[in-house]
């Protein structure tokens, strides 16, 4: 077979295979007046933009490559197809993590260097950031879950532009990292029947709630002797019936919930730990991003106090309210609350271990 990599391949250089030359001429600050920068830290304010900008597109490219798996109808589940899933959405946290650094680099700009030049960005705002938008779509933040979408989502001055307008709505429609995710929980084979017939784990002592399993008989009452006396019982029992057998929770069904929650649980058998690493670094992903919005307002308000935005919003306020609205992985986050200490689980039916290829030993 021909080698790929033979020396017939051109000579490459470093500054024409990255385009450096076209890389660096890309910043034009607006204060730059024949040939001075009038307002020093414009540079640093392009630069650290653009470098944001360059991580979108990489998050981007990873997003796209986990939903062009995660939507094959038959995913490996225990191989290399999640095996990648689970190793890009790592990725995604890790530059996530590296974006909200950023902003200590930002800080080192003080105020009044920002007013230097922040009247000649009028109608400029990150709010426009269309691949920012697409991080969000795509990752399933809803419109309807979003703190006030008609202030970021319009085309009047300081909203978008029309090429940019079209784009995120139709990105809007796609398939989303989270309807994808549901649908890869609820085909979690776990719960048929076949595997749980005959399956004792000690006698049901508890209320038997109709039309439940076994299984999550006997969980409901673990849960609720887990639970301490300062625990709102009726409360969170209530929340437990809804959240797993009736309403869902926020953007969740409750199928899909039933398997989050049975694979946290049941986290440590070999089977469940890609599963559980994919729900992990979800959880992880909209921490990163909660703590870029948190550490952006953190900035604004060093920078510009509570000064109306370039892009038209109230600055702070708006900021603040996106702080506390707009997670999109919080239900599943939220799962955390039903969870029952390891030592007090039952055991798994034999049936369904083998099923799921453990080398089956008796515990
Ligand atoms: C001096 C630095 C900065 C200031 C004073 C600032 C200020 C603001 C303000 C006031 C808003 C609200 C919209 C508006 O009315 O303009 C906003 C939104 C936003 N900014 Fe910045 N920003 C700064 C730097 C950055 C950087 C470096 C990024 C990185 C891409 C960024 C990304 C965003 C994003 C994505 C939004 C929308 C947030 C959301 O809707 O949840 N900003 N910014």
Known sequence: M???FNHEQPLQYYGDYLAIDQLLA???PLSLQEGKLLAHD?????VIHQAYELWFKQILHEITACGEVLSKPAADDDGPDMNVVVHRLKRVVEIWKLLNHQVDVLETMTPLDFLEFRELLHGASGFQSRQFREIEASLGLRMENRFRPDYYKHTELGGFNEKDFAEITEFEQKPTILGMVENWLERMPFFEEEFWRDWEDSPNEGAVQPGRSPFWNRYRLLYEQSLSERDDK???LGKFDDIFFKTGWGAFRSTALRAALFIMLYRDEPMFRLPFALLNSLIEIDEQLATFRYRHLQMVRRMIGTRVGTGGSSG???LQGAVNRNYIYKELAGVITFLI??????ALPPRLRQALRFSFTNR
């Open 234 to 236: 009726p409360d969170l």
């Open 2 to 4: 021909e080698c790929p």
């Open 26 to 28: 890309l910043q034009k």
């Open 42 to 46: 414009e540079m640093l304010f392009i």
């Open 341 to 346: 200490e390891r030592r007090h689980l039952p």
């Open 316 to 318: 702070e306020q708006y």
